[in-house]
Every structure is written in structure tokens, then in C-alpha cells.
């Protein structure tokens, strides 16, 4: 593995705190402007990939340029997860690829769902309510969230909805400070209850 390898790869199995992000449009520009022949990019560590997320549909593109090689592994540490690589090719990289439009199946949902959510902010915020919630420990505030995750405070509300909208997990009411609890749908584990 390359030092490249290390320095940017976004998730994989010997960091849990990372399962579930997906590398964003930004992570995979940086690998591929220093990636050389054989090199590899761990861009995620999950089950599936989220339907309209921009990273991998940036590496698709690249994908169908001849820029990388896409592949998927089982991860050895966590039962159901998948690691997603992509692995540059030899082929000379000549002008900068540009940014692939919004993939069709995002483009045929209306307004409303398009807003439905910020996926990559969500992608984010996944891990910290799994480790939460495995835990039992209160659900973060927006700011906590948006600390943790290292986005904005303004894209958590956003990001909340892509997790709910994609079904990966359910906000209930609660009462302050945090005023929500969360269930993550894959394990059926909940936040706890401020004391």
C-alpha cells in the first residue's frame, strides 16, 4: 500500500469510526490528481452505496473514461459491509475530468425529494449516532453533530433527512436538550435519554 493510500483514503476496516462515509467529490479530485499507475482509494466501508451520492458518481465517471478500476471487497472486521476501491489505471490523465452531471435517477425525483437531504453531510453524521446509539448515550445536538462530523451546523438538519429518506434511521421526539432520539434501522439501536 502507498503512502497515497494511506494519506487519503477516507474509510476502511481498521478505522471504525469511519464505516459508512463515502468519500466526497473533493477526496477523490485530491487522490486522482497524485494517484499513480496501481494505486488504490478506499472510498467507503458499507453496505451499499447511497443512490445519488456525488463521490462515487464522480469515480463512475472516471470508471467510464478508463481513469480507474472499480471493486468491491467483504470487509474482514464488519459482518455485511463492503469495501469499495477504485484503482488508477495507466492511462495518462490529460485535461481535468469534469464533474459528471446529476446522475437520472436523482434527476426524475421531484424538488421536494431532490432537497430530501445532503447525502455526504449524512454519510457523515452516520457513524456518530451508530456509536451513540450502540452505546446508549444521548442523541448530539446540531452543534455536537456538526463538531463531530466536521460540517457545518447549518447542513445536520440536511443531513438528518438523507438518513431518514434513504431508511436508515428513525427520529423520535424527545425532550431537551437534544429534543430527538435516533434509531438506527440496521442494528435497532436507540439513543439514550439525557438523565
Known amino acids: 500500500m502507498s503512502a497515497i493510500d494511506l494519506a487519503l483514503r477516507p474509510a476502511c476496516d481498521e ?8 468519500a466526497s467529490v473533493d477526496d477523490v479530485n485530491r487522490w486522482l490528481a497524485v494517484a499513480s499507475h496501481r494505486d488504490r482509494f478506499h ?3 458499507r453496505p451499499y452505496l447511497p443512490a445519488g451520492a456525488p463521490g462515487p458518481a464522480r469515480l463512475r465517471a472516471l470508471q467510464e473514461q478508463g ?18 476501491y477504485a484503482q ?27 432537497d430530501a437531504g445532503d447525502y455526504e ?18 442523541c448530539p445536538t446540531d452543534k455536537q453533530l456538526a463538531q463531530k462530523a466536521r460540517i457545518p451546523v447549518d447542513l445536520v438538519a440536511s443531513g ?21 432520539r435516533v434509531t438506527i434501522l440496521a442494528t435497532g439501536a436507540q439513543t439514550g435519554l439525557m438523565a
Do not use: M, N, W
Not at 488508477?88 to 446522475?103: E, F, I, N, Y
Open 15 to 22: 478505522d471504525a469510526e469511519r464505516i459508512r462515509v463515502t
Open 43 to 45: 472510498y467507503a466501508t
Open 67 to 84: 481513469l480507474v478500476i472499480l471493486f468491491q471487497q467483504r470487509s474482514q472486521l464488519f459482518h455485511g459491509e463492503f469495501c469499495y
Open 88 to 114: 488508477r489505471t495507466a492511462r495518462a490523465l490529460q485535461d481535468p475530468v469534469p464533474v459528471p452531471k446529476v446522475d437520472r435517477a436523482y434527476a426524475r425525483l421531484s424538488p421536494r425529494q431532490q
Open 121 to 138: 453531510a449524512g454519510d457523515r453524521l452516520l457513524p456518530i449516532l451508530t456509536r451513540a446509539a450502540e452505546f446508549g448515550r444521548p
Open 160 to 180: 438528518l433527512l438523507a438518513l431518514r429518506s434513504a431508511k436508515l434511521i428513525v427520529v423520535h421526539a424527545a425532550p431537551a436538550p437534544t429534543l430527538r
